[in-house]
């Protein structure tokens, strides 16, 4: 049964995934991946609060593996993010390249360490 | 509104389950312990990385773009075989812990490697299709 929840939560992470992409590539362009930053960054915000919430034991184990494990790790990608960074130097250069890759990179660190900080600093 | 249609979605969504069970069933096979490496991870992102770059490479030089592979293997396997919070996350407990070298470590491996697994996955998809080289006049691969 629980691996049905993380299949189910797997599916419904990477459709946000794929609509936010597509939904950010209509309204902000292709310049940049902005899509796959927002849910990179987004995704690591609320990992890092669930990760927080399951640590305090404010949240089950079981509910947590699910959350973070199937959704958000679906939702979140690391492969896409690679292959846009290596197009990115294609299109404007190494220096571009690697400031888009450490900037979506350390944002997502912060996001997940403020997300953590606000459920472990509080509780 | 969303500009996506219905079988695109049921597309990402299966590929999507597919990669999720299959991440998690790796990581929950070899457990972390508290300071250690997130080997699982790792492997996963890279092995992604590297796939993800063959496939958009293979498919992107094909005169007709197949869309359902694309979808199905591409952004709903491989984007959710791989993942970006767990590695975060993985990070800031690390960091909580104090080991702050082998943080600084796993992020520079995960993506000094992650970009090499992909340069290496694109390398390979343009050998795979050969006959298509010569007919584009913006090669990915080439010189400017």
Redo the contacts between chains.
Sequence with gaps: MS?LA??????????A???IS??AM?RLGTRLPWGTVLV?VS??L???VV?GLVTEALLPAALG?VV???F????????????E???LR?RAGSAAAIAH??AE?LA??A???LG?WLVVGVA | M???RPR??AL??????????A???L?EARPLSPGELPVVTLLE?LT??F???VL?TVLGRRSVADSTVR?LVG??V????????????E???L??VGARWLAGGY?AV??VG??L???AG?SLGRRLTPQAAGARSAD?GGDP
């Design positions: 691996w993380i299949a189910a939560a797997g599916a419904l992470g990477a459709v995934r794929f609509l597509q939904t209509q990179n995704g690591a609320a990992a890092g990760t593996r973070a494990g199937g958000l790790g679906a939702y979140t990608t690391f492969s896409t993010a690679m292959v960074t290596l197009q294609e890759l450490l990179s997502a660190l996001a997940a360490g953590w | 969303l500009p996506a695109h979605v990402v969504a299966v590929g999507g389950a597919v990669g999720a069970v991440r998690v069933a990581a992102n992604g990385a796939l993800l770059a958009l979808l952004t709903g491989l984007g959710s075989f791989t993942t970006y919070s767990t590695h975060s996350v990070l800031v407990v960091l909580e992020l995960t993506l992650g970009l697994a992909a340069a694109m990915p």
